[in-house]
């Protein structure tokens, strides 16, 4: 992921993992930074637990408490067909055919919202098989976030254990 101050013109780069099992209304997802500082995102069964360890703090809440309403941004594409980005966004602009850097051929659109949103518009890359490989957020004030899948391993066993942390007493609990 790399997220863009346009004030400062600087960027600040993160890498991790990510698990993703679908789920009707609640996927299952860990999201497992490693750089430039660990933090581990969980949700599963509709809570999410957000770890930092070098804070020792956990925030934990219900997964619909975030981005509701009509501003969820990226997060909102995640689940949703062409037909229901269509009816949120209107029709893709900027369509075009793009090979990513590692060879990944990609279909390239961008969405603007129909309604006030904190972000100007979205960009996605979705590769052959109908998977998001890439998206980028540009908010109102020009800063962005991208978020770039690398080296999928499609439809793999993901043990449900993956999506639990299993955290010591001593670390502090805040409701999100």
């Known amino acids: 992921m790399e997220k863009y101050n346009s004030q400062l013109r600087d960027k600040e780069t993160w890498s991790g993992i990510v698990l993703y099992i679908p789920a009707a ?3 299952f997802v860990r999201l ?3 750089k430039p500082r660990h933090e581990i995102l969980t949700t599963e069964n509709g809570n999410y637990m957000l770890y930092q360890p070098s804070k020792a703090i956990v925030y934990v809440g219900r997964t619909n408490s ?4 009509n501003d969820s941004g ?3 594409l995640m689940n949703m067909s062409a037909t229901q980005l269509r009816t949120r966004f209107g ?3 900027d369509v075009r055919e793009e ?3 590692g060879g990944v051929a990609t279909t390239h659109f961008k969405v603007f919202p129909k309604v006030a949103a ?3 518009y979205i960009e996605a890359w979705v590769d052959n098989e109908g998977m998001p490989v890439q998206t980028k957020m540009v908010e109102k004030n020009d800063d962005a976030t991208t978020v770039r899948l690398t080296n999928l391993a499609k439809n793999q066993t993901i043990p449900l254990d993956q999506f ?3 955290l010591d007493s001593s670390v502090k609990r805040v409701k999100g």
């Open 91 to 93: 029709e893709f602009q």
């Open 99 to 101: 090979t990513l850097w």
């Open 74 to 76: 990226v997060l909102a």
């Open 66 to 69: 975030i981005g509701k309403g």
């Open 25 to 27: 209304g609640n996927a």
């Open 164 to 166: 639990k942390q299993n």
């Open 118 to 120: 904190s972000y100007k």
């Open 32 to 34: 497992e930074w490693n």
